[in-house]
């Protein structure tokens, strides 16, 4: 089992950054990919990113490719999402997730193949 703790929203200016951090803790961490999702008020939950810990490859929804960027800290067992070129429509609570054989193509935007959910951050971006 894995425990997943996401930390790190704020309120930021639009055009601003922010890092989101994922903590992992339970599990070998190089066996699970780790994802993010986010939701906006009245919205489906949204695929943002996903890596596999094991090789660093990473996956973004197109949208957000080139102002979004996730890395992986194997020795902190921490996966980080940072956030640049922020706008308001990026307010959302964003969550991270973890599961095993899922980060890949398009499969990794799908919250249904992920096994564990951290408990979300709330990311305000203003105008």
């Known amino acids: 089992e894995v425990q997943l703790q996401a930390s790190g929203g704020g309120l930021v200016q639009a055009g601003g950054s922010l890092r989101l951090s994922c903590a992992a803790s339970g599990s070998t961490f190089d066996d699970y990919a780790i994802g993010w999702f986010r939701q906006a008020p009245g919205k489906e939950r949204e695929g943002v990113s996903c890596?596999?810990?094991?090789?660093?490859?990473?996956y973004y929804t197109d949208s957000l490719r080139g102002r979004f960027t996730l890395s992986s800290d194997n020795a902190k067992n921490t996966v980080y999402l940072q956030m640049d070129s922020l706008e308001p429509e990026d307010t959302a609570v964003y969550y991270c997730a973890a599961g095993v054989n899922i980060c890949y193509a398009d499969n990794f935007l799908l919250p249904g193949v992920y096994d564990y959910w951290g408990q979300g951050t709330q990311v305000t971006v203003s105008s």
């Open positions: 890596i596999n810990t094991s090789d660093g490859v990473t």
